[in-house]
């Protein structure tokens, strides 16, 4: 973006001219203070890792247990998938249906889009294509809830260990695993856009 | 860094310009009642969120209903040697503290009643004061909005929990945990709250207190 470009900010609206920022900060609005985002773009690799090594520790959080119990000699595990069947045989099809999205769908498909993104600003590829998965990917961002689900599952270990024997399964830690991984790298989508936009 | 204001405060509506919900591009528009979408990420482009008061209340109303049978059913009934227990949200804290897990109760407290509850405070206060026109703070509401945007989510620990207790635990009668129906309208309010602040557009905060109408 040029310097002292025209911008409206996105939280309260005020016209304003930006100065290019220098690298590693950001313009912030001059009524409200939100960040701005007009200067940095996205790095593509890091991005493009974060999504391969969260899908990877997704394939572990779900194929493998998250707890484990053990009461008069039964050995009982539950996946995450476990969660979303148990509520469905219960008829509880709305919670079912509630879990598989928030706990499954969204976090794959994220990191699904996040690396689709990737490879296809940094190969050039048909702009119509990489803007749709970038769309995906930021519209999916909000309904992913690992860490979340990580709480969840430590609130369930709590309440089992009066009752039972309870052993972590490894999917609780690729749970843990994503959400340090998250908090680490998210960054802004405002530098996806920049890229995309450098796709012209 | 701080950026210049345009020599009269104004806002990017007032001169023509629309602020990209999805992507946050700057983009004149022609005209307010056209349709235009918009160059970058080819989404719809508006000055303001469409019906945003409207959508906003619709779905609070819709939560503060859900609320009330989210907290009087049990939301999982916990079985143990025969013996049936339904938990309501509140019971099963009181329980955790019975138990002694006072941080586990803390945590559970402040992302089942404190979250959802101060979420729909917080959203009345800002739907009433934009349609009150106040120029009360204006900074600080914005930075609320912005506040229990993020925090909402953390409501579904609850909903997890009891989704790995119910596949866990089935014994029979030695022990077995069910979900109860209390469960489906609390997961309601979490989700109609998380729309409810998508669809206010914090805008409005700032277009009251210019008095300005859009
Ligand atoms: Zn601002
Ligand atoms: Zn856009």
């Given at each position: 973006m040029a310097a002292s470009a025209v911008e409206t900010c996105p939280e309260c609206d005020l016209l304003q001219?930006?100065?290019?920022?220098?690298?590693?900060?950001?313009?912030?609005?001059?009524?409200?203070?939100?960040?701005?985002?007009?200067?940095?773009?996205?790095?593509?690799?890091?991005?493009?890792?974060?999504?391969?090594?969260?899908l990877v520790l997704l394939?572990?959080?779900?194929?493998?247990?998250?707890?484990?119990?053990?009461?008069?000699?039964?050995?009982?595990?539950?996946?995450?998938?476990?969660?979303?069947?148990?509520?469905?045989?219960?008829?509880?099809?709305?919670?079912?249906?509630v879990v598989l999205a928030v706990a499954v769908v969204a976090p794959a498909m994220h990191a699904a889009s996040v690396l689709a993104r990737s490879w296809l600003i940094a190969r050039r590829g048909r702009r119509a294509t990489a803007r749709n998965w970038t769309l995906w990917s930021v519209r999916l961002a909000p309904w992913g809830m690992t860490e979340v689900y990580l709480l969840g599952a430590l609130v369930a270990f709590v309440k089992l260990d009066d009752l039972a024997s309870v052993v972590v399964g490894p999917a609780l830690y690729a749970f843990a695993a994503m959400s340090i991984l998250t908090a680490w790298t998210s960054t802004h989508a405002a530098g996806v856009w920049a890229r995309l936009r450098d796709l012209e | 860094?701080?950026?210049?204001?345009?020599?009269?405060?104004?806002?990017?509506?007032?001169?023509?310009?629309?602020?990209?919900?999805?992507?946050?591009?700057?983009?004149?528009?022609?005209?307010?009642?056209?349709?235009?979408?918009?160059?970058?990420?080819?989404?719809?482009?508006?000055?303001?969120?469409?019906?945003?008061l409207q959508r906003t209340w619709a779905l609070l109303l819709t939560a503060v209903i859900c609320y009330v049978p989210a907290n009087l059913y049990p939301i999982m009934t916990v079985t143990r040697l025969g013996r049936g227990q339904p938990d309501t949200i509140v019971s099963g804290i009181v329980?955790?503290?019975?138990?002694?897990?006072?941080?586990?109760?803390?945590?559970?407290?402040?992302?089942?009643?404190?979250?959802?509850?101060?979420?729909?405070?917080?959203?009345?206060?800002?739907?009433?004061?934009?349609?009150?026109?106040?120029?009360?703070?204006?900074?600080?509401?914005?930075?609320?909005?912005r506040f229990i945007d993020v925090i909402g989510r953390w409501s579904m620990i609850d909903i997890f929990m009891?989704?790995?207790?119910?596949?866990?635990?089935?014994?029979?009668?030695v022990a077995n945990v069910s979900p109860g129906l209390g469960?489906?309208?609390?997961?309601?309010?979490?989700?109609?709250?998380?729309?409810?602040?998508?669809?206010?557009?914090?805008?409005?905060?700032?277009?009251?207190?210019?008095?300005?109408?859009?």
């Open positions: 001219r930006v100065p290019a920022a220098p690298a590693g900060t950001d313009a912030r609005c001059a009524r409200c203070g939100v960040a701005l985002h007009v200067s940095p773009r996205s790095d593509l690799g890091r991005d493009a890792a974060w999504a391969l090594t969260t394939v572990i959080a779900n194929a493998f247990p998250i707890l484990e119990f053990e009461l008069n000699g039964r050995r009982e595990a539950a996946t995450v998938v476990d969660g979303v069947i148990a509520f469905w045989l219960e008829q509880r099809y709305e919670l079912a249906l | 860094m701080q950026s210049t204001p345009a020599p009269a405060a104004t806002s990017g509506a007032a001169a023509g310009y629309a602020s990209c919900r999805t992507c946050h591009a700057t983009v004149g528009v022609r005209d307010a009642r056209a349709r235009q979408y918009c160059p970058v990420c080819h989404g719809r482009l508006a000055l303001r969120v469409p019906l945003s329980h955790l503290v019975h138990d002694g897990q006072w941080p586990i109760a803390l945590l559970v407290f402040f992302a089942s009643i404190v979250v959802p509850v101060a979420k729909i405070a917080a959203l009345v206060l800002l739907l009433v004061s934009v349609q009150g026109r106040w120029r009360w703070r204006v900074a600080e509401r914005a930075r609320l909005y009891i989704s790995i207790l119910v596949a866990l635990v089935h014994l029979g009668a469960a489906a309208f609390f997961s309601a309010v979490v989700l109609t709250t998380m729309l409810a602040a998508t669809t206010f557009d914090p805008r409005l905060l700032w277009d009251a207190a210019d008095d300005r109408p859009r």
